[in-house]
DNA sequence: ACCTGAACACCGTTCAAGT
DNA sequence: ACCTGAACACCGTTCAAGT
C-alpha cells in the first residue's frame, strides 16, 4: 500500500483503540502488533505517530485522568466538599478503566491531564488556608486511597470457591467465598466509609480550617 | 549436562532469584530466561519446579505478604492499636518490594499468607466487637491505602525538572519539582497523616466500639 | 526426576524501500 | 509524510531427548 493519500491512523484513534483493548482484555493484551491489527495497519505504522509504546500508554492514562472533574474546589463552601468531589471523581474515572491503573497510579510526570488535576488540588487545599506541606500530603494520601480502591477490587481478591477456605487454617473466612458475589457493594461500602473517615479524621486534626459551628 | 545428581534448582532458590531481580530491575525484567540465566540454568529448566511463570510470581508475592505482622491484634488493647500495627507493617512490607505490589494487589487469591493475613485482620475486628459487614469494608480501606501507598511513591510521580511545571499552565506547581528531593518525608508522612486520620473517622463513626474514657 | 536444545507463536523496535 | 515487509533481539511455553 505504501502512503494513502489520507493518513490511515490519528494519535486520537490509536490512543482510543488502545483503550478499548486494555478494557476488554486488559494491560498484557496491548502489544503494538496486536493494537495495529485492531487498527487494520502493520505493526511499526505505529511509529509514524508515537515514538514508543510507552507513549501511547502515556495518552491513554491522560485521557483517564482528564475526565476526573476538579470543579469542586472553590466554590465557596469549606474544603471537605471540594475534596469529597474530587476523591469521588477520581475514583470513578479509574475505576472505570482498572487495568490501567497500574500504569497511571507511578504519577503525572510530565502528562497534562494529571499535571492539571494536581495542581487544582493542591491549589484548592492551599486555597482553603491548608499549610502547603499539609496540603501536600492530603493530595497524596487520596491518590493512594483511590488508586489502591481501582487497582483491583478488594472483593474480587478472594476466590469463588468455598473449598479455597479451610476453616482449620482460616477460622474466620468462613464467608469469603460470597466476596465476589457482593463486589460491588463491598468495594463501593469500603471506599465510601474510607473516604469519608478520612475527611473527618483530617478535620479533627485541622478544626481551625472549618467554619464555626452553628451559624 | 541433562540431569545433576542434585537438583540445580529449588522453588526457594528460584522465588528468591525473582524477587531479588524484581527488586533490582523491575517487573518487567523478570523473563523466564532472564531469572533462568541468573540460577545458571536454561529457560525451561524452571517448568520443573512451577508450571507457569504466574506460579512463580504467586510464590514471590506470598513470601513479601508472610512478612506483615499481625500479632497486634488481639493483645487485649481496643481495636485501634492492632489496625494501627498491621497497616504499618503491611505497608513496610510492600515498600520494601514497591516493584511487585501491581500483582500482589490483585488479591490474596489462593496464596496462604495473603490468606493468613486477611483472616487475622478480620478476625481480629469482628473480635474487638466490629459487625462482619463493617469489619470487612475496614480490612478494604487499609488494603487500599497500603496498596496505593506503595504501588508507587507520590513524590517521584512528579519529574524533578523545573520547566515541566509552566506557571501559565499550572499555577500551583511551582515547588514541584522539589518533591523527589524529599521523597521519604512526603511518602511516609502521607501515610502516617493518613492513616491516624482513618483511624480517627472511624472511631469517630463507632464510639461504641472503644474502651470508655477516664478510666 | 531434572536438565538440555530446538521449536512455536509471540514481543518492541529499526530500517530500507515504496509512493 | 506515512505506510510496508524484513530483520533483530527478545518473550512464555512445549516437547523430545538425554541421564
Not at 137 to 166: E, I, K, N, Q, T
Request: hydrophobic share 45%.
Amino acid at each position: 500500500m505504501a502512503r494513502p493519500r489520507k493518513p490511515l491512523l490519528s494519535r486520537e484513534r490509536i490512543v482510543s483503540t488502545a483503550l478499548a483493548l486494555i478494557d476488554s482484555e486488559g494491560l498484557p493484551a496491548l502489544s503494538t502488533r496486536r493494537l495495529a491489527a485492531e487498527l487494520g495497519v502493520s505493526g511499526p505504522s505505529l511509529y509514524n505517530h508515537f515514538t514508543t509504546k510507552d507513549e501511547i500508554l502515556d495518552a491513554v492514562a491522560d485521557t483517564v485522568i482528564a475526565e476526573v472533574d476538579v470543579s469542586g474546589f472553590g466554590t465557596g463552601a469549606d474544603w471537605r466538599a471540594g475534596l469529597l468531589d474530587w476523591a469521588r471523581s477520581y475514583r470513578a474515572a479509574l475505576a472505570a478503566h482498572p487495568q490501567i491503573v497500574p500504569f497511571l497510579a507511578q504519577g503525572p510526570g510530565r502528562r497534562p491531564a494529571g499535571l492539571k488535576m494536581a495542581d487544582a488540588a493542591f491549589g484548592g487545599m492551599v486555597g482553603a488556608g491548608w499549610p502547603p506541606a499539609q496540603a501536600t500530603r492530603v493530595c497524596a494520601m487520596v491518590r493512594y486511597f483511590v488508586a489502591g480502591s481501582a487497582l483491583g477490587s478488594f472483593a474480587r481478591g478472594f476466590v469463588d470457591d468455598p473449598s479455597a477456605y479451610d476453616p482449620a487454617d482460616y477460622p474466620h473466612l468462613g464467608r469469603a467465598h460470597l466476596l465476589a458475589e457482593h463486589q460491588r457493594q463491598v468495594d463501593e461500602g469500603a471506599f465510601e466509609t474510607g473516604l469519608r473517615a478520612l475527611v473527618d479524621g483530617l478535620a479533627l486534626q485541622h478544626p481551625e480550617l472549618l467554619p464555626p459551628k452553628g451559624g
